[in-house]
């Protein structure tokens, strides 16, 4: 059993590794802002889970967390999420991204903490320069939410060279599953075909990407938790391939038979003029190697998965 505190916690990925983690013994540390139902309810059933309310930019909040809980270890998933909110809040996703993460890491330093993983982003590299990347390829980010992923992963980098920390960094791409909050791609079109609502985007099929289940997320946090030496310091918790959203819409109306939904060819935009940079699949090679990560979830099993889920959310609140 390992301490863990999880910042971020109220959020898609950290409620599902908060859960995750109290629901195999460790004793956890959940902190956000909000408390939501998937907190409260992981919290009624886990005595080993610990509920805290806080801001990530403040430094009393952060310090009096970390001097409480004592961690082995700190998942830091606190953060604004993705482009689009990072264009609309470019003055926030620096302070927030950036500024909480360096109270996260002095306050580790002061206190004498060691293990921080972290939560990055595909977006750190920019445009890919191939269909299949490395952790090797060049980061070159643009917009302010991949910058401001790269930034955490390079000051980390300085508190493992000048106070001896072990900062791991978790390089995912578009997360999906039940209760993602974002309206995205697949969520959108299912949400739709299951609501007999008829959808339809002018372009965007050829646009491909890394779609990662929420599941093979959780899976790879909770196997770089485990590993007790590193030889590496980032690792892509994918799948390594990257479907078109031409054929993710395609099997949508598959699993969904009648669903009456349509993509056209072309690039895909964020909305607002924000276009996507060129993407493709993450190679998992080194995460498979190193950690023993192998995703359970393609894309047709992890859509499958979440067109169930989400029948049965439906269903519980017609």
């Not at 998937?38 to 930019?57: D, K």
């Not at 500024?99 to 939560?119: D, S, T």
């Not at 980010?141 to 300085?158: N, T």
């Not at 924000?274 to 995703?295: C, F, H, Q």
Request: contains cysteine; charged residues 20%.
């Amino acid at each position: 059993m390992s301490r863990i505190v999880v910042t971020g916690a109220n959020g898609f990925l950290g409620s599902a590794v908060v859960a995750a983690l109290a629901a195999r013994g460790d004793e956890v540390t959940a902190f956000d802002m909000a408390q939501g139902p998937a907190l409260q309810a992981a919290a009624a059933r886990f005595p080993n889970l610990r509920l805290v309310s806080g801001e990530i930019t403040e430094w009393q909040h952060v310090v009096e967390l970390l001097r409480r809980a004592e961690p082995d270890a700190v998942v830091h998933l606190a953060a604004i999420v993705g482009v689009v909110n990072s264009m609309a809040a470019p003055f926030a996703t620096m302070r927030v991204n950036i500024g909480g993460a360096l109270n996260v890491l002095e306050a580790m330093r002061l206190l004498g903490l060691k293990r921080f993983v972290n939560m990055s982003s595909e977006e750190i590299y920019g445009d890919f320069e191939s269909a299949r990347i490395t952790e090797d390829h060049p980061c070159r980010p643009v917009m302010p939410y991949g910058i401001s992923k790269f930034a955490v992963e390079q000051l980390a980098r300085d508190y493992v060279r000048l106070h001896g920390m072990e900062c791991i960094h978790l390089r995912t791409c578009w997360v999906y599953g039940p209760g993602l909050p974002r309206p995205r791609i697949p969520k959108t079109f299912i949400d739709a075909a299951l609501k007999g609502e008829p959808l339809h985007m002018a372009s965007g099929g050829d646009f491909r990407v890394d779609q990662v289940y929420i599941g093979d997320l959780v899976a790879g946090v909770l196997a770089v938790l485990d590993k007790t030496d590193h030889r590496f310091d980032a690792y892509h918790i994918a799948t390594g391939a990257s479907p078109s959203l031409r054929e993710i819409v395609e099997i949508v109306k598959e699993l969904v038979p009648g669903a009456d939904l349509s993509i056209g060819p072309g690039p895909y935009d964020f909305g607002r003029g924000i276009a996507t940079v060129r993407k493709g699949a993450l190679d998992v090679s080194r995460a498979r190697a190193e950690l023993g990560y192998v995703p359970k979830y393609d894309i047709r099993a992890g859509i499958a998965a979440n067109v169930e889920a989400t029948r049965r959310a439906l269903a519980a609140t017609a």
